[in-house]
């Protein structure tokens, strides 16, 4: 596994690796409240997505994620923003999370073709065993995401972290494992083709 920055190009979407450059336009996609609600941080204001970028970045320089923005190919915006996250190399898994989309382009074809480009290079460029996924116990939407896609659901880490809100929060995980991902790649590359996810 060779842990460096990527651009991962789809025929909609492509994940380019965060910049400190793309602070104005990750501000701009990000400025809305019910993005942040279920999260342990706010990025809703210049403020906010500054720290949200520089602690990204920081990450990344220790070899410990991968950030990326993502495009919308059409438009040639940044709508939101995904990583690689916790990446263990010893035992081939990575993590990913902490996927935002702006509203206007959320529940379409978005989600979908960037877990597809990210999948893809997990299992079959940097050969993960293992690639996890979580979300907030409150978060139906990115469950049922998760569910519909093929992974796992593993169990809930009660008391997991605290949000930014002040609540703690229960986290749900889920996994995939190579053995799945043939399966699971067949399923969103048929979510990838429809105008909207089902």
């Excluded at 602690?55 to 919308?72: H, I, K, N, Q, Y």
């Excluded at 438009?75 to 690689?84: A, D, E, L, N, V």
């Excluded at 399923?187 to 089902?198: D, I």
């Amino acid at each position: 596994m060779e842990i460096k920055p990527v651009a991962l190009d789809g025929l909609r979407v492509r994940l380019q690796p965060m910049l400190h450059d793309h602070l104005v336009d990750l501000t701009r996609a990000g400025a809305f409240e019910e993005l942040w609600r279920l999260t342990n941080v706010r990025a809703d204001s210049p403020e906010g997505m500054a720290d949200y970028v520089a602690a990204a970045l920081a990450d990344c320089e220790r070899g410990m994620s991968v950030p990326f923005v993502t495009v919308d190919k059409a438009s040639g915006q940044i709508i939101g923003s995904t990583r690689f996250g916790n990446i263990d190399v010893a035992n081939k898994r990575a993590e990913i999370g902490w996927t935002w989309i702006t509203p206007a382009f959320q529940r379409t074809y978005v989600n979908s073709e960037a877990k597809l480009l990210m999948l893809t290079h997990a299992f079959e460029e940097w050969g993960c065993a293992r690639v996890e996924l979580k979300t907030d116990v409150l978060n139906s939407q990115s469950r049922n995401a998760m569910l519909r896609m093929g992974a796992r659901e593993e169990g809930i880490l009660r008391k997991h972290m605290l949000t930014y809100s002040g609540r703690w929060r229960d986290s749900v995980y889920y996994s995939i494992l190579d053995t799945e991902w043939p399966g699971v790649k067949e399923r969103l590359k048929g979510f990838v083709g429809k105008p909207a996810e089902a």
